[in-house]
């Protein structure tokens, strides 16, 4: 049996020779045990974001109301990647920005190309996509993209085709260009015959192509506009990186691919 003396200095060396062994863990095991842990600015945080809900197919609403389509796909992507709670809601496209900078949603994910004028006002991520324009006509008509001369043209306001339409034929040989609150009254507006073609991007022209197969088609090569389309944040908001580590996971893992091939088809 110890004595007394001989068992308490046992009981402290024991004592510290266990908190040396917990100190001298590798530090690197600590690191790799949370390496994978989510951001604490997005983990279980509900993240507000608007899309069109008008702009198949990145964006649309369903007969019963609720809202689809690529861009809704890669929200709902990025979220679980941050594990977050998304909440996305609809809003026109001409209020936007304008909701955006009042606070009303954290983020804008709606097929939205990054520009010169929209980085005065917004941040955006890294691109989700980049897309190309198209010429959609008549194909018993006319039109010839190569000689656009004394002719209406369509396609929707504040995007590049609409910025692209304007900048190039607006006034000039003739032509006039109308510009619409959505894709849809453009369309509608080159079915009955008010307007000669309709400028737009590839994939919303393919979408719309798919439901309106006679009659109508892409008419000449595409045009390479450098439109790499973003997701937008207010100025200096940290949710952009938190997004950009999102995107770049969902790119590496393949996932942002396959939810380009349900959508579009490529």
């Not at 608007?50 to 992507?77: H, K, Q, R, S």
């Not at 000689?147 to 995007?159: C, D, F, N, P």
Request: hydrophobic share 35%.
């Amino acid at each position: 049996m110890m004595s007394n003396s001989r068992l308490l200095w046992s009981s402290m060396t024991v004592t510290a020779a266990l908190m040396l062994s917990a100190c001298s863990q590798p530090a690197d095991e600590t690191a790799g045990a949370n390496a994978d842990a989510p951001a604490a600015e997005t983990a279980g945080k509900t993240i507000r974001i608007a899309t069109e809900g008008a702009y198949p197919p990145f964006n649309y609403t369903n007969a019963d109301g609720t809202l689809a389509g690529f861009d809704i796909d890669v929200a709902n992507a990025l979220c679980d990647q941050m594990q977050a709670k998304c909440e996305i809601v609809a809003q026109d496209w001409d209020g936007i920005i304008p909701g955006l900078l009042a606070q009303k949603y954290d983020a804008v994910v709606a097929g939205m190309s990054i520009t010169t004028e929209r980085q005065e006002k917004v941040d955006f991520s890294e691109p989700y996509f980049a897309n190309t324009m198209v010429w959609l006509t008549d194909t018993k008509g006319s039109f010839d993209p190569t000689s656009i001369k004394s002719l209406t043209l369509g396609g929707q306001r504040s995007t590049t085709p609409g910025a692209y339409l304007q900048d190039n034929y607006e006034g000039k040989d003739g032509n006039t260009v109308k510009l619409y609150d959505n894709y849809d009254n453009a369309y509608l507006d080159l079915k009955s015959g008010r307007s000669d073609a309709v400028l737009a991007e590839k994939v919303s022209a393919k979408s719309w192509l798919a439901d309106n197969p006679e009659g109508f088609g892409v008419v000449g090569d595409e045009i390479d506009n450098d439109d790499n389309i973003a997701i937008a944040v207010r100025k200096d908001d940290p949710l952009r990186d938190d997004f950009n580590k999102a995107l770049s996971e969902i790119r590496s893992n393949g996932e942002l691919a396959r939810l380009e091939q349900i959508n579009f088809g490529q």
